[in-house]
């Protein structure tokens, strides 16, 4: 029992050396293998690191050309950007002058329309007015054959009133001649009898003043003889 178990002992720790050596080995080998790893991860990463500096150079490269790029692609676009707002502004000013044309157009249908209404207006109007006009033609020309008729019986009417008055005018004139003449005969008579009344009042009137005359003298002759008498009766005294 104690042979095996020596002998047990002893094998246990021969293979306890034996998996040590191989754990020692493996774990160098893991090291290794994670040192190569981690070398190759490295120049892996020196490379990817390589790789992107040529890439970022090859980027800053194409970054500039595609600047240069976007510089033009600004400038057109600002050109494009110019050209679309003028022509945006050609297409509203094209829009207002369509949009007024069509309110003119409207507009010229509109009148156009009360145009043709308003000439149908007024043909129906001057057809009336014809009608009216032909009508007033046929009554004036009625009216003026009426006052012809009138005027032809007034003018005959007038014509023997006329005779007639003119055969009282003569009447009246042989009248008014016959008095005139009697009025001129009276006249002449009151005149001459005028005369002879005025002739006989100057004559008394004549007469009146030589009686005064002598009446005059009479009392001058008296007044005088007085005036001597007084002066005799002066001297005497």
């Known amino acids: 029992m104690t042979l095996k178990k020596k002998k047990k002992t002893k094998t246990q720790k021969d293979s306890g050396g034996i998996a040590k050596i191989v754990s020692t080995a493996f774990s160098n080998?893991?090291?290794?293998?994670?040192?190569?790893?981690?070398?190759?991860?490295?120049?892996?990463?020196?490379?990817?690191?390589?790789?992107?500096?040529?890439?970022?150079?090859?980027?800053?490269?194409?970054?500039?050309?595609?600047?240069?790029e976007s510089n033009k692609i600004k400038l057109s676009e600002e050109e494009l950007r110019i050209k679309e707002k003028e022509i945006k502004i050609k297409e509203e000013k094209i829009r207002i002058e369509n949009e007024r044309l069509t309110k003119k157009d409207e507009e010229l249908i509109l009148v156009t329309k009360e145009l043709r209404e308003k000439e149908k207006q007024l043909k129906i109007r001057e057809e009336d007015q014809n009608r009216k006009d032909i009508d007033l033609k046929v009554r004036e020309e009625e009216q003026i054959n009426r006052e012809l008729k009138e005027q032809r019986?007034?003018?005959?009417?007038?014509?023997?009133?006329?005779?007639?008055?003119?055969?009282?005018?003569?009447?009246?004139?042989?009248?008014?001649?016959?008095?005139?003449?009697?009025?001129?005969?009276?006249?002449?008579?009151?005149?001459?009898?005028?005369i002879r009344r005025?002739?006989?009042?100057?004559?008394?009137?004549?007469?009146?003043?030589?009686k005064f005359e002598n009446l005059d003298n009479n009392t001058n002759n008296q007044v005088s003889g007085l005036e001597k008498f007084s002066i005799d009766k002066s001297k005497e005294n």
């Open 198 to 210: 005025e002739q006989r009042l100057i004559q008394k009137e004549n007469e009146k003043r030589a």
């Open 153 to 194: 019986r007034k003018n005959r009417e007038l014509k023997a009133l006329k005779a007639e008055e003119d055969k009282k005018r003569d009447l009246e004139y042989v009248k008014i001649k016959e008095w005139e003449e009697k009025f001129d005969r009276e006249q002449k008579l009151k005149e001459q009898e005028e």
């Open 29 to 68: 080998y893991k090291k290794n293998k994670e040192q190569n790893k981690i070398k190759a991860i490295k120049l892996q990463k020196l490379e990817e690191k390589n790789s992107i500096l040529k890439e970022k150079k090859e980027l800053k490269i194409w970054e500039e050309r595609l600047n240069k």
